[in-house]
Antibody, heavy 120, light 107 residues
């Protein structure tokens, strides 16, 4: 069974940093691209970014709203995905989901999400 | 960036109704279109990919169609468990983008 479990959310002040983790199980993590998607309270879904797999040099893509502030990384030996968030703004407050990506580029499984609150 | 516009943003329907949600892309995306269902307080769930292919385990009352810029999600006979918010997403090009969502409520 595919499982994705996010952790690391919490309350952080504007300008601060936070690192989210996503623990994957039930599939060959190293084969897959992985996404982060977020959802501000009461709002819709916003794609944050993607990491490709080793075969594609772990290259990354980001939404313009987070580029230069957020970094996606992965540790295939630990079946883990990370989102390093720096320079946090109040508008980054959201539930952050990790998601598995299939070869066609589509998401098929989502984690349960972790809440990040940016507030003074 | 490709803008995804869903309509309506909300609708009220009764159990047993046939419901159609539309999603329009600001430029052609071939069939790189997915639909997700989200219930309050829960993670989204994949329903449809490649515009019309059903995700494994999703009941056949859900169907998708379209190509290019215009897409639809149809629920053939609405059941209580289908009341949720539905999102389309294009995965043709970066940045990936979602529609604003359609909330399906009980009439």
């Amino acid at each position: 069974e595919v499982q994705l479990v996010e952790s690391g959310g919490g309350l952080v002040q504007p300008g601060g940093s936070l690192r989210l983790s996503c623990a994957a199980s039930g599939f060959t993590f190293s084969d897959h691209y992985m996404d982060w998607v977020r959802q501000a309270p009461g709002k819709g879904l916003e794609w944050v970014g993607r990491t490709r797999n080793k075969a594609n040099s772990y290259t990354t893509e980001y939404a313009a709203s987070v580029k230069g502030r957020f970094t996606i990384s992965r540790d295939d030996s630990q079946n883990s995905l990370y989102l390093q968030m720096n320079g946090l703004k109040t508008e980054d407050t959201a539930v952050y989901y990790c998601a598995r990506v299939l070869q066609q580029g589509r998401i098929d499984y989502w984690g349960q999400g972790t809440l990040v609150t940016v507030s003074s | 960036d490709i803008q995804m516009t869903q309509s309506p943003s909300s609708l009220s329907a009764s159990v047993g109704d046939r419901v159609t949600i539309t999603c329009r892309a600001s430029q052609g995306i071939s069939n790189y279109l997915a639909w997700f269902q989200q219930k309050p307080g829960k993670a989204p769930k994949s329903l449809i990919y490649a515009a019309s292919s059903l995700q494994t385990g999703v009941p056949s009352k859900f169907s998708g169609s379209g190509s290019g810029t215009d897409f639809t999600l149809t629920i053939s006979s609405l059941q209580p468990e289908d009341f949720a918010t539905y999102y389309c997403q294009q995965y043709n090009s970066y940045p990936l983008t979602f529609g604003g969502g359609t909330k399906v409520e009980i009439k």
